[in-house]
């Protein structure tokens, strides 16, 4: 019994393998491709342009950003050599940066806890970490072989965000450049919290490059912008 049992469980595997090739091979033949990805990012977050409060960028610190996921590509014209990219992928962003600014629009709590709005000069550190699902829409063209180029816009939504972090060494003026004058130095901080002004869906576009390493393994380039400010 057990013999017939470790057969069958052999041609039931044969034919499992039989059956993914098969589909493989018909799907080549309809001009499909399957990547499944995983790889890192370093970038960070950042308005563009920078406003001009912002006086220098004094420490930058791209923590780990990891994301996974898969892509199909549909070769459609020229030869096999024009195709489109759809994908899902899982990932996260996140960084800490110090900077200097100068009548920086900020909302900080006070040593009491009490919810203090103005225009903030000194140092400013900052968290930012982000987790959600994005959505690449590419068109891609195959320059050789090996190598092919792609470019097109993405669609992210967030799961978790945190925009958050203090400020030091300087004041803060309440409610414009000329109110009263709130100092934290000698070592005393203030703390605040964005996240909730980040928002859920976002959109950018990217561009990048991809080569062949070997038959399974394929190396991807990309640049990512950011999503335009509201």
């Not at 994301?67 to 020229?78: D, L, N, Y």
């Not at 004058?181 to 964005?194: C, H, L, P, Q, R």
């Not at 490059?209 to 070997?214: E, K, L, M, V």
């Amino acid at each position: 019994t057990l013999m017939r049992s470790s057969a069958a469980s052999d041609v039931y595997k044969r034919q499992a393998q039989v059956d993914r090739n098969e589909t493989l091979i018909r799907s080549a033949l309809h001009g499909l491709e399957y990547e499944i990805k995983a790889g890192f990012s370093i970038g960070g977050t950042a308005p563009l342009p920078l406003p001009v409060e912002i006086r220098s960028i004094d420490g930058y610190n791209p923590t780990l950003a990891i994301s996974i996921g898969g892509e199909v590509t549909k070769w459609i014209a020229v030869q096999n050599k024009l195709g489109i990219i759809v994908g899902l992928r899982l990932e996260n962003k996140a960084m800490t940066t110090e900077a200097t600014v100068k009548n920086y629009n900020m909302e900080i709590l006070g040593q009491g806890g009490e919810r203090i709005s103005g225009v903030w000069t000194g140092g400013v550190k900052t968290k930012v970490h982000t987790a959600g699902l994005t959505i690449p829409l590419m068109a891609t063209y195959k320059l050789t072989n090996r190598w092919n180029i792609k470019a097109g816009p993405y669609f992210s939504y967030l799961l978790s965000r945190e925009f958050s972090g203090h400020v030091y060494e300087g004041y803060l003026r309440e409610d414009n450049p000329t109110g009263p004058k709130v100092e934290f130095t000698d070592g005393k901080i203030a703390t605040y919290d964005f996240s909730d002004d980040l928002r859920h869906f976002q959109w950018g576009l990217q561009i990048g490059a991809g080569w062949r390493a070997f038959k399974h393994l394929n190396v991807c380039l990309l640049y990512t912008s950011p999503s335009p400010r509201d």
